[in-house]
C-alpha cells in the first residue's frame, strides 16, 4: 500500500523517459512511479491536486542558511537609499538600546547609497555605541569607532588578518570599513554564537525556504573563518532536526579553517569526511576562499578594475597562493570534495591550477570539485573546467540585484564573462542553481529562474543577453543542476521512480508563463519525503 497518491496533477518530471505524468506515487519518503505505474494501487492517503503544477523540489546549491535566519532578526538595510535614511534608522535603532548595546544591521548598498556609511555620522546616530552594518555583498561592513577601538583597529594593536583590508582615509585614519578577512576583527568580539541562537536562525530561516518550495539546500560554510558563527555549528542543525524545525535536506561545507591533520590525513576530528552523515543531514565538500566579491572590488582579477577603484587595483586573493595550494591539495588528497569560492578570473586561473595539479597527483575521477560563483570566467576557463569536470556554481539572481554595480566595477568589455549560463550548457557543464542568500535581498529559486532567462539588472539593461538559457532549463538548474553539483542526481532533482519524495505545487508552470512573471508564481505546498513542510491543509488527512 502506498502512503500517499498524489493525482490529478500537471507534473514536470525533467526525466527525458517520462517527461509529464499526471499521478504520483509515494512510499517511505521515495517516488515509487507515476501514472499506470502507480494509479490504481490503494493508498493511506489520496489528494488531488486540482490540476497543480507539480515539479521536482528546488535546491539552492549555495546559501548561508544559518548567516540568513540571523540576518532575519537584524535590522533591514537592503531598501535603503539614501544616507539619511540609514543613520536614522541607526539612531531609531540605538535610542531602544542600552548604553554599550549593539546596533546591528545587514545588507546595505553602497552603489545605492552613494558610499559607504561615515563613521562620524554612525558615531553620533548610534549615541557613541557600537555600529555593526554589513555590506550585501558580505565581503565588508561598516563600523563605528566603538568597534574600531574594540577590535584594536584604531590605536594600531589589531593583526590584520591575510586577505583582508582595513580602510583608511587621505589622513590616514581608518573609514570604518573593512574588507573581506579583516570582518573577522569584529567577529572576535561576538563568535562564537550560542548554539541555541543558532539553532533557532536555522528555523526561522527554514520556515521561509519551505514557503518557497526549496526541499534542500548546501550551507556553503560553517564552523571557523569570517564565514563560520560556531565551531559547534554543526550541532545547531542537529538541533534544529531533532525538534523537527529543520525542513530541508541539508549539506553542509566545512570552512578550511576547522580543518586539519588527522592521523595523517586532513580532514575533521574521527576522520570526517565529505560525504558523511545521512539523507536529511551530511557533510559537503570543503569551503575555501581564494579571493573576494566584485561589487566590493575585492575579487581577484587580471586586468585592474573601472572607475575610481583606481588603476592598479586587482584585488584580493583569500590568502598567499601557496597556502591556498597546500589546503587544497591536502583536502584533495584527504577524499575530500573541493568548493572554491573563486570569483575573480585570476582567482579562477589558480583555483583550476591547483585542481589540475591534484588530479595529476591523485586522479580521482567523478571527484566534482566545485568552482563557487565562478563569476568571472574567461571563454579559455570552458573547457578547462569541462575537462576536471569542475562544477561552477554561479548565482543568476546577482545580475539583477547587483549587475549594474557590476558593470561599473569590471566594464562592458569584461560583462559577457560574468555569470555566464549558455557558455555553461555549450561546453558541456551544467548549469546550477543558487542564491548565496543572505548576499541578496530576494533569494527564492523562483526569482533565480527568471533571472537566468531575463538576465536582467535593476536598471533594466540585459547583461549579456548571449548568455540567457530557456525557462526548462532554468528549473532544471534549481533541480538536476543542483542535484549533480552534489553528486546526487541519482535520488533527487527528477520526479522518477526511486527519487526522493521532494515536490513542489505551484500555481502555475514556470516554462510557459511570461518570462517576467516566473519570480511571480505562487507556491502551494512543498513536500520532502512525502510529507508537507508548506502549505499542509492541502495534505490534512482526518484521523
Given at each position: 500500500m502506498?502512503?500517499?497518491?498524489?493525482?490529478?496533477?500537471r507534473a514536470?518530471?525533467l526525466?527525458?523517459?517520462?517527461?509529464?505524468a499526471h499521478?504520483?506515487g509515494?512510499?517511505g519518503?521515495?517516488?515509487?512511479?507515476?501514472?499506470?505505474?502507480v494509479a490504481?494501487?490503494?493508498?493511506r492517503?489520496?489528494v488531488?491536486?486540482?490540476?497543480?503544477?507539480?515539479t521536482?523540489?528546488?535546491?539552492?546549491?549555495h546559501?548561508?542558511?544559518?548567516?540568513?535566519g540571523?540576518?532575519?532578526a537584524e535590522?533591514?538595510l537592503?531598501?535603503?537609499a539614501?544616507?539619511e535614511?540609514?543613520?536614522d534608522?541607526?539612531?531609531?535603532?540605538a535610542?531602544?538600546?542600552?548604553?554599550?548595546g549593539?546596533?546591528?544591521g545587514?545588507g546595505?548598498d553602497?552603489f545605492a547609497?552613494g558610499?559607504h556609511?561615515?563613521?562620524a555620522?554612525?558615531?553620533r546616530?548610534?549615541?557613541?555605541?557600537?555600529?555593526?552594518?554589513?555590506?550585501?555583498?558580505a565581503?565588508?561592513?561598516t563600523?563605528?569607532?566603538?568597534?574600531l577601538?574594540?577590535?584594536?583597529?584604531?590605536?594600531?594593536?589589531?593583526?590584520?588578518?591575510?586577505?583582508?583590508?582595513?580602510e583608511?582615509?587621505?589622513?590616514?585614519?581608518?573609514?570604518?570599513?573593512?574588507a573581506?578577512q579583516?570582518?573577522?576583527l569584529?567577529?572576535?568580539?561576538?563568535?562564537p554564537y550560542?548554539v541555541?541562537e543558532l539553532?533557532?536562525?536555522?528555523?526561522?530561516?527554514s520556515?521561509?525556504?519551505?514557503?518557497?518550495g526549496l526541499?534542500?539546500?548546501t550551507?556553503?560554510?560553517?564552523?571557523?573563518?569570517?564565514i563560520?558563527?560556531?565551531?559547534?555549528?554543526?550541532?545547531?542543525y542537529?538541533?534544529?532536526r531533532?525538534r523537527?524545525?529543520?525542513n530541508?535536506?541539508?549539506e553542509?561545507?566545512?570552512?578550511?579553517e576547522?580543518?586539519h591533520?588527522?592521523?595523517?590525513?586532513?580532514?575533521?576530528d574521527?576522520?570526517l569526511?565529505t560525504?558523511?552523515?545521512?539523507?536529511?543531514?551530511r557533510?559537503?565538500?570543503?569551503k575555501?576562499?581564494t579571493?573576494g566579491?566584485?561589487?566590493?572590488r575585492t575579487a581577484?582579477v587580471?586586468a585592474?578594475f573601472c572607475?575610481?577603484g583606481?588603476?592598479?587595483?586587482?584585488?584580493?586573493?583569500g590568502?598567499?597562493p601557496?597556502v591556498?595550494?597546500?589546503a587544497i591539495?591536502?583536502?584533495?588528497?584527504?577524499?575530500?570534495r573541493v568548493?572554491?569560492?573563486?570569483?575573480?578570473?585570476?582567482?579562477?586561473d589558480?583555483?583550476?591550477?591547483?585542481?589540475?595539479?591534484?588530479?595529476?597527483?591523485?586522479p580521482?575521477p567523478?571527484?566534482?570539485?566545485?568552482i563557487?560563483?565562478?563569476?568571472?570566467?574567461?571563454?579559455?576557463?570552458?573547457?578547462?573546467?569541462?575537462?576536471l569536470?569542475?562544477?561552477?556554481?554561479?548565482q543568476?539572481?546577482?545580475l539583477?540585484?547587483i549587475?549594474d554595480?557590476i558593470?561599473?566595477?569590471?566594464?562592458?568589455e569584461r560583462?559577457?564573462?560574468v555569470y555566464?549560463?549558455?557558455?555553461?550548457?555549450?561546453?558541456?557543464?551544467?548549469?546550477?542553481?543558487?542564491s548565496d542568500?543572505p548576499?541578496?535581498?530576494?533569494g527564492?529559486?523562483?526569482?533565480?529562474?527568471?533571472s537566468?532567462?531575463?538576465?536582467?539588472?535593476k536598471?533594466?539593461?540585459?547583461?549579456?543577453?548571449?548568455?540567457?538559457?530557456?525557462?526548462?532549463?532554468?528549473?532544471?538548474?534549481?533541480?538536476?543542476g543542483?542535484?549533480?553539483?552534489a553528486?546526487?542526481?541519482?535520488?533527487r532533482?527528477?520526479i522518477?521512480r526511486?527519487t526522493y519524495?521532494d515536490?513542489?505545487?505551484?500555481d502555475d508552470?514556470p516554462?510557459?508563463?511570461?518570462?517576467?512573471?516566473?519570480?511571480e508564481?505562487?507556491v502551494?505546498a512543498?513536500?520532502?519525503a512525502?510529507?508537507a513542510?508548506?502549505?499542509?491543509?492541502?495534505?490534512?488527512f482526518?484521523?
Amino acid at each position: 500500500m502506498l502512503d500517499l497518491l498524489l493525482r490529478d496533477v500537471r507534473a514536470l518530471t525533467l526525466n527525458p523517459a517520462h517527461p509529464s505524468a499526471h499521478t504520483i506515487g509515494v512510499l517511505g519518503g521515495r517516488i515509487v512511479g507515476v501514472d499506470d505505474e502507480v494509479a490504481e494501487l490503494p493508498a493511506r492517503h489520496v489528494v488531488d491536486g486540482d490540476g497543480a503544477i507539480v515539479t521536482p523540489g528546488f535546491s539552492d546549491a549555495h546559501n548561508h542558511m544559518v548567516w540568513y535566519g540571523l540576518s532575519l532578526a537584524e535590522t533591514d538595510l537592503s531598501t535603503v537609499a539614501t544616507p539619511e535614511q540609514l543613520y536614522d534608522i541607526v539612531a531609531a535603532e540605538a535610542a531602544k538600546l542600552p548604553a554599550d548595546g549593539w546596533v546591528i544591521g545587514s545588507g546595505y548598498d553602497d552603489f545605492a547609497l552613494g558610499g559607504h556609511p561615515d563613521r562620524a555620522a554612525l558615531d553620533r546616530a548610534g549615541g557613541g555605541r557600537p555600529v555593526w552594518l554589513k555590506h550585501r555583498s558580505a565581503h565588508m561592513a561598516t563600523v563605528s569607532t566603538k568597534i574600531l577601538e574594540l577590535t584594536g583597529v584604531l590605536d594600531g594593536s589589531a593583526v590584520v588578518p591575510a586577505g583582508g583590508a582595513v580602510e583608511r582615509g587621505a589622513d590616514g585614519e581608518p573609514t570604518g570599513l573593512l574588507a573581506e578577512q579583516a570582518q573577522q576583527l569584529v567577529d572576535r568580539l561576538v563568535k562564537p554564537y550560542p548554539v541555541g541562537e543558532l539553532a533557532d536562525a536555522i528555523t526561522r530561516a527554514s520556515a521561509v525556504y519551505a514557503a518557497e518550495g526549496l526541499t534542500h539546500v548546501t550551507e556553503a560554510g560553517i564552523g571557523g573563518g569570517w564565514i563560520g558563527h560556531s565551531p559547534a555549528e554543526a550541532a545547531a542543525y542537529q538541533i534544529a532536526r531533532a525538534r523537527g524545525d529543520l525542513n530541508q535536506r541539508v549539506e553542509l561545507m566545512p570552512a578550511r579553517e576547522v580543518l586539519h591533520e588527522v592521523d595523517e590525513a586532513f580532514g575533521l576530528d574521527l576522520g570526517l569526511r565529505t560525504g558523511f552523515g545521512d539523507e536529511f543531514l551530511r557533510i559537503g565538500p570543503m569551503k575555501i576562499f581564494t579571493d573576494g566579491a566584485l561589487s566590493s572590488r575585492t575579487a581577484a582579477v587580471t586586468a585592474p578594475f573601472c572607475g575610481h577603484g583606481g588603476a592598479d587595483d586587482h584585488g584580493l586573493l583569500g590568502d598567499d597562493p601557496e597556502v591556498l595550494r597546500k589546503a587544497i591539495l591536502a583536502a584533495h588528497h584527504g577524499g575530500w570534495r573541493v568548493a572554491a569560492h573563486a570569483i575573480g578570473d585570476r582567482a579562477i586561473d589558480l583555483t583550476l591550477d591547483i585542481f589540475e595539479q591534484a588530479q595529476r597527483e591523485l586522479p580521482r575521477p567523478g571527484v566534482r570539485h566545485r568552482i563557487e560563483h565562478a563569476a568571472m570566467t574567461r571563454p579559455e576557463h570552458l573547457a578547462r573546467m569541462a575537462a576536471l569536470d569542475v562544477v561552477p556554481v554561479p548565482q543568476a539572481r546577482f545580475l539583477y540585484e547587483i549587475g549594474d554595480t557590476i558593470a561599473d566595477a569590471v566594464g562592458q568589455e569584461r560583462m559577457p564573462w560574468v555569470y555566464r549560463s549558455k557558455s555553461f550548457v555549450d561546453a558541456g557543464l551544467p548549469v546550477v542553481g543558487s542564491s548565496d542568500r543572505p548576499c541578496v535581498s530576494a533569494g527564492a529559486p523562483l526569482l533565480g529562474m527568471q533571472s537566468l532567462v531575463e538576465r536582467k539588472t535593476k536598471s533594466g539593461a540585459v547583461a549579456s543577453p548571449d548568455e540567457r538559457v530557456d525557462a526548462e532549463q532554468a528549473l532544471r538548474a534549481f533541480t538536476t543542476g543542483a542535484a549533480y553539483a552534489a553528486g546526487q542526481e541519482n535520488v533527487r532533482g527528477r520526479i522518477d521512480r526511486g527519487t526522493y519524495a521532494d515536490l513542489v505545487l505551484l500555481d502555475d508552470d514556470p516554462t510557459a508563463v511570461p518570462d517576467s512573471k516566473i519570480g511571480e508564481i505562487g507556491v502551494q505546498a512543498t513536500l520532502v519525503a512525502g510529507e508537507a513542510v508548506h502549505g499542509a491543509d492541502r495534505f490534512s488527512f482526518p484521523g
